[in-house]
T-cell receptor
Framework: SQQGEEDPQALSIQEGENATMNCSYK?????LQWYRQNSGRGLVHLIL?????REKHSGRLRVTLDTSKKSSSLLITASRAADTASYFC?????????????FGAGTRLFVKA | GAVVSQHPSRVICKSGTSVKIECRSL??????MFWYRQFPKQSLMLMAT?????????EQGVEKDKFLINHASLTLSTLTVTSAHPEDSSFYIC?????????????FGAGTRLSVL
């Protein structure tokens, strides 16, 4: 069953702009992860944020986590055409053994050159 | 980094035939592997969790007799779609957890696109 809901479902921006994607989830979690998927390909892990962390950075990526609101956001700064992909949040709910990962619906990002 | 190899990347078969998809961890021991299905423009849906040497745990609504999972070694899990039908056409992705490391990370295969005619 899916746990995460993401918005927007689709996002189209110009190269150089920032892209923000949001994710909400329903149950308590151990951690939340963001993945990228290029069309018809496998998943690439971007970043993991633990339930006791509020913000994390990796290069042009910034992830926030608000456990009180059960939500997370992924910010991609200075976007590039190569960032065009689908982005999924994924949570590891508590009480599932610590490793069962549930994916959100995803945001399809299109960066125009 | 950890690599998961999934084979084949694409398969086209006739309705009624069975298809086997392999998922291998190349440089680590995968005590747990996961199988997901993804329909076009949709998210990944967890089908089953596979632990080495034991029966797979299937998610609600997934037919275990339809989707046979075998995890006979620490580096190989297979998913067999039995008597495939056109509605089974989908993108199947496996992932593996490194049993030798204390991590929540899963490593994903590149996926298998199944088309049933």
């Amino acid at each position: 069953s899916q746990q995460g809901e993401e918005d927007p479902q689709a996002l189209s921006i110009q190269e150089g702009e920032n892209a923000t994607m949001n994710c909400s989830y329903k149950t308590s979690i151990n951690n939340l992860q963001w993945y990228r998927q290029n069309s018809g390909r496998g998943l690439v892990h971007l970043i993991l944020i633990r339930s006791n962390e509020r913000e994390k950075h990796s290069g042009r990526l910034r992830v926030t986590l608000d456990t009180s609101k059960k939500s997370s956001s992924l910010l991609i700064t200075a976007s590039r055409a190569a960032d065009t992909a689908s982005y999924f949040c994924a949570t590891v709910p508590r009480g599932t053994g610590g490793f069962k990962t549930i994916f959100g619906a995803g945001t399809r990002l299109f960066v125009k050159a | 980094g950890a690599v998961v190899s999934q084979h084949p990347s694409r398969v086209i078969c006739k309705s009624g035939t069975s298809v086997k998809i392999e998922c291998r961890s190349l440089d680590f021991q995968a005590t747990t592997m996961f199988w997901y299905r993804q329909f076009p423009k949709q998210s990944l849906m967890l089908m089953a969790t596979s632990n080495e040497g034991s029966k797979a745990t299937y998610e609600q609504g997934v037919e275990k007799d339809k989707f046979l999972i075998n995890h006979a070694s620490l580096t190989l899990s297979t998913l067999t779609v039995t008597s495939a039908h056109p509605e089974d056409s989908s993108f199947y992705i496996c992932s593996a957890r490194d049993g030798g490391r204390s991590t929540d990370l899963q490593y994903f295969g590149a996926g298998t696109r199944l088309s049933v005619l």
